[in-house]
């Protein structure tokens, strides 16, 4: 028979001593545990390191060291939009300051009322003019959000106007700018397009009239301009069809292209060095 040494009875003392600790701890502190437990788990699990890269604070072992800091910045969208440092001419006031958030802003401001104004309009002949009138006058501030539509859309022409303006004649457009220089002259494309699309929702003689001016001058254009003509139109001239289809422009493939080439055009403002200096 084997007897129990002097070091079996120490062991044995300290495994009793640590069940008794174990039954005297507090429910909020097995809770605690428990919860610490199932966050180390989440936090090794597979999905939890797919999800948060590395450096991400929510990251398992994370430390606030520089190289962690640049992880934070460069694997998160939010924080990518806006840079670690910022040049001093960036945020110098002068008569060009934020020409180009203006007008991103602008185009918020539009997509807020425009969605206002959707809720009361239907892209019908029969009832386009009158959604109108009665958006003015029975709609709880309907006048003043189609006003501020109205004249944000001319807001954002000459504001993205002038920001073209200020990156030719500061010479942006050159090395390493070019090709965001081609998608800036494609924003303006596609602002000028919104806002002409918008003018015929209205469907008054005015917008008649000026949609007609501006198809018969894409009717000229040579090779291929009937055939553009009848597109837009949906037929030999401006009906039914003609509003519903500048309607799903408007509303719908237009402001979604537009999207695409503003994510396009600040990833490549980053990339490119940040905002241009002064020549």
Not at 126 to 132: F, V, Y
Request: glycine share 8%.
């Amino acid at each position: 028979m084997v007897m129990p040494t002097e070091c079996d009875s120490e062991e044995q003392t300290k495994l009793m001593a640590k069940n008794i600790e174990k039954r005297k701890q507090s429910l909020p502190e097995k809770l605690q545990q428990g919860a610490t437990a199932a966050t180390d788990w989440m936090q090794d699990s597979q999905f939890w390191t797919s999800v948060f890269r590395p450096g991400s604070i929510f990251r398992k072992g994370y430390t606030d060291s520089p190289r962690n800091r640049s992880y934070v910045i460069m694997n998160s969208v939010l924080y990518h939009l806006h840079p670690v440092k910022v040049k001093r001419h960036a945020v110098k006031v002068s008569y060009t300051l934020c020409l180009g958030g203006l007008s991103f802003f602008l185009f918020i401001l539009l997509t807020i009322t425009g969605i206002f104004l959707m809720f009361f309009y239907r892209p019908t002949a029969a009832a386009a003019w009158s959604d109108i009138e009665s958006l003015h006058t029975q709609v709880s501030f309907g006048l003043l959000v189609r006003n501020m539509h109205r004249w944000g859309a001319h807001l954002m022409v000459i504001s993205v106007f002038l920001h073209m303006a200020r990156v030719f004649y500061h010479g942006a457009y050159k090395a390493p700018r070019e090709f965001n220089w081609v998608v800036g002259v494609m924003l303006l494309k596609l602002t000028l397009l919104l806002s002409f699309t918008g003018y015929l929702l209205p469907w008054d003689q005015l917008s008649l009239w000026a949609v007609t001016v501006g198809t018969n001058m894409m009717g000229f254009t040579p090779v291929f301009g009937d055939q553009v003509r009848f597109v837009l139109l949906g037929g030999k001239q401006i009906g039914a069809e003609t509003l519903l289809r500048w309607y799903v422009l408007h509303v719908l493939m237009l402001p979604f292209t537009l999207v695409i080439f503003l994510a396009i055009h600040f990833w490549r403002v980053r990339k490119d060095g940040g905002i241009s200096g002064p020549l």
